[in-house]
Antibody, heavy 126, light 113 residues
Framework: QVQLVQSGAEVKKPGSSVKVSCKASGGTFSSYAISWVRQAPGQGLEWMGGIIPIFGTANYAQKFQGRVTITADESTSTAYMELSSLRSEDTAVYYC???????????????????WGKGTTVTVSS | DIVMTQSPDSLAVSLGERATINCKSSQSVLYSSNNKNYLAWYQQKPGQPPKLLIYWASTRESGVPDRFSGSGSGTDFTLTISSLQAEDVAVYYCQQYYSTRFTFGPGTKVDIK
């Protein structure tokens, strides 16, 4: 049974960057999609982007385009999410989640997310 | 982006009674080539990550109690808890995966009356 293990909590200064990791254990990694979803305190879920490791290309929400970079290392079954130019509004719990994936021609398709990490708290404060 | 809305924002239901949550998408999430609705439902309890309940709008995830059911097609969807249990107190989110840029509804909080 696959599990997603995320890196520990981070405290960052405004303007800096944070990189959160998500390691898959106990199952296949490369042929699934890994998405990143964040949740600000008391707020709802917000999808940031995702990657299908076997295909390599990432897909980002418009809101985070240019500020977020999602990568994956197939050799260690680990996905990463780096968010730059941090501001106080980026204080949130960041989740990684595994979902189904497929590809038709040049198009990649992402499906529902069935396995979630426990979340990484990122606090942005001066 | 596809905008997801949910109603109500919150509801309180007596134990054993039915709870109904509605979800609406700003455009159809029904893929005509395979006749599947690209819509999922998640349950989130305080301090926990979301848990997948329903996918393809009406397919229950393995291990999810059969009191949870999903219905609807196109732009209008419903999550029904047929007989509310104490452990069902949570926030419920719908999510579309029709677009590769996923979007979630704002969530519906379910409590015991």
């Amino acid at each position: 049974q696959v599990q997603l293990v995320q890196s520990g909590a981070e405290v960052k200064k405004p303007g800096s960057s944070v990189k959160v990791s998500c390691k898959a254990s106990g199952g296949t990694f490369s042929s699934y999609a890994i998405s990143w979803v964040r949740q600000a305190p008391g707020q709802g879920l917000e999808w940031m982007g995702g990657i299908i490791p076997i295909f390599g290309t990432a897909n980002y929400a418009q809101k985070f385009q240019g500020r977020v970079t999602i990568t994956a290392d197939e050799s260690t079954s680990t996905a990463y999410m780096e968010l730059s130019s941090l501001r106080s509004e980026d204080t949130a719990v960041y989740y990684c989640a595994r979902g189904g994936a497929s590809r038709w021609g040049d198009e990649s398709y992402y499906y529902y997310m069935d396995v979630w990490g426990k979340g990484t708290t990122v606090t942005v404060s001066s | 982006d596809i905008v997801m809305t949910q109603s109500p924002d919150s509801l309180a239901v007596s134990l054993g009674e039915r709870a109904t949550i509605n979800c609406k998408s700003s455009q159809s999430v029904l893929y005509s080539s395979n006749n599947k609705n690209y819509l999922a439902w998640y349950q989130q309890k305080p301090g926990q990550p979301p848990k997948l309940l329903i996918y393809w709008a009406s397919t229950r995830e393995s291990g999810v109690p059969d009191r949870f059911s999903g219905s609807g097609s196109g732009t209008d969807f419903t999550l029904t808890i047929s007989s509310l249990q104490a452990e069902d107190v949570a926030v419920y989110y719908c999510q579309q995966y029709y677009s590769t840029r996923f979007t979630f509804g704002p969530g519906t909080k379910v409590d015991i009356k």
